[in-house]
């Protein structure tokens, strides 16, 4: 698990998993910055930890090969960006390809990059929401495992918005990866195949 800042989509997973008694476990949580607050809330759950800063590094490509050396010790299945603020060489990706997932707080294609809040409030959309996605060299593309929707209520500011869009974050991403955990959803020529029955979305008007 990669984060960089407060971790709330690292402790619902975690938090699933525990409530769920997964069959899996999470080997690490890591983060490119020491004081990440989610480092502190894996530690309080007896994950082991660890921190790279990038600024150690000259180049991109650099951090990315030391990350990979770190994470690899690990021997993860699955690598799981909750909030990781680095954009990622081509070289990581495909280290990783077909076991590196990410969540994105808008309904992609839609509103890629920073500030996806801002921008759902500047176009004026209706729902917004977020999404669980293999990752690919493109950012913020690649192949969708579940999108989670919210709608956008008279009077909502980036901050309101982001509030609601965070809950079905903590709704999707355990389903997500619980999926993939459990062989219910597979990469098959590029394309998320799920197991019939499974409901690739949510939709959350409660926030
Ligand atoms: C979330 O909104 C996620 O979608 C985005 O960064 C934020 C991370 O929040 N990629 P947290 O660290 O999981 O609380």
Known sequence: ?????????????????????????????????A????????RERGFATAALSHKDFAD????????????????????ILAGFMRILTDAFVDHYAGRLINIHPSLLPSFPGLKTHEQALDAGVRLHGATVH?????????PVLIQGAVPVKAGDDPATLAARVLRVEHQIYPLAVRWLIDGQARLVDGKVLLEPGLQPWVFD???
């Not at 004081?35 to 894996?42: I, Q, T």
């Not at 990315?64 to 010790?73: H, P, R, S, T, Y």
């Not at 293999?134 to 690649?142: K, M, R, S, Y």
């Open 35 to 42: 004081d990440a607050a989610g480092l502190e809330h894996a």
């Open 134 to 142: 293999f990752v690919t060299p493109t950012l913020d593309h690649g």
């Open 205 to 207: 008007s409660v926030g």
């Open 1 to 33: 698990m990669l984060i960089s800042g407060r971790g709330s989509n690292f402790t619902a997973i975690a938090d699933v998993m525990a409530a769920q008694a997964w069959s899996a476990d999470i080997v690490a949580v890591i983060s490119n910055k």
């Open 60 to 79: 991109r490509a650099g951090f990315d090969a030391a990350m990979m050396a770190l994470i690899d010790g690990y021997q993860p299945d699955l690598v």
